[in-house]
């Protein structure tokens, strides 16, 4: 199965979640190289790419030209948002995604991501303005409105697919929930009644079962996976195995665990340096771990070391005390 939008598929329709810290280009290509229909990079405030403000690289280097990749941007300023979207089209970008979701108190406050939901009209002129700006496919992710009382999802998407919107992907959430509560993929399916675009359902799904309630709840014509796929890169490829009958993924165990996890590492040293690379990995590597049984003392030590070396030596010893857990 794939989605069909103007210029390019997306198959399977199983894609990445933009995660702010986590998303970013060494994790999407490992996420890649298992496989998946879309990565969607971290989100990037338009302005700041602009103007390449110090560290924007770092905190969002977007893998321009690379397939199956699509560049989520910020903002709430046209003339930003349309020239991010020119730089994107020039670097070789593919698809262009419009943040109207993120509930962060900082990107609220300044009038962009969720906060758009609030003024439809407003949001929409942006979308508008992103379209006519570039010939790449834009799509757009956003939530089930701002708060209970305001769920104009259904509205708005049902508008951008008018100004020329390829896809959209619904957080099954409120603004105001952030991530509490269930998702209501179930909601979904007003949005998805709301457009002959296709839709895709976000929120909560973290493997295979919750794929299917998802698909099944809202209609959806895919999936977006975000938390599920933390330290466990592999996991679209398991979920588009089991719902449309791809290859089954070799996940790895034993040796081959970690090496993936130490190759890891290494590409998150190398993309951002020693310094903050290592601080960045701290997340995954705590991911990985928490799939492993290894002791407190054994994880602190994996964490708070600052010798490259010696972070390896220590997965090295994860890796084997959980096999041996295994085996007995």
Known sequence: MKIVLGN?????PVLLAPLAGITDVPFRNLVQSFGAGLVVSEMVASHEMVQKKPGVRERAELGFGIGNTSVQIAGCEAHWMTEAARMIEANGAKIIDINMGCP???VTNGQSGSALMRTPDFALELVEAVVKATKLDVTLKMRLGWDDSSLNAPDIAARAQAAGVKMITVHGRTRCQFYKGDADWGAI???KQA???PVIANGDIVDVASARMALA???AD?????RGAQGAPWR???ISAALYGTPEPKIPIGANLAELIIGHHKAIVAFYGDVLGLKNARKHLGWYLDGLNVTTDLRQSVLRSMDISEIHGFIWQAVKHSCADVAA
């Open 189 to 191: 399916a007003k949005v």
């Open 236 to 238: 679209l490829a398991e």
């Open 195 to 197: 457009v002959t675009i």
């Open 104 to 106: 962060a108190k900082k």
């Open 222 to 226: 895919g999936i977006m996976v975000g």
């Open 8 to 12: 390019q598929d997306v198959k399977p």
């Open 217 to 219: 709840q809202s209609g």
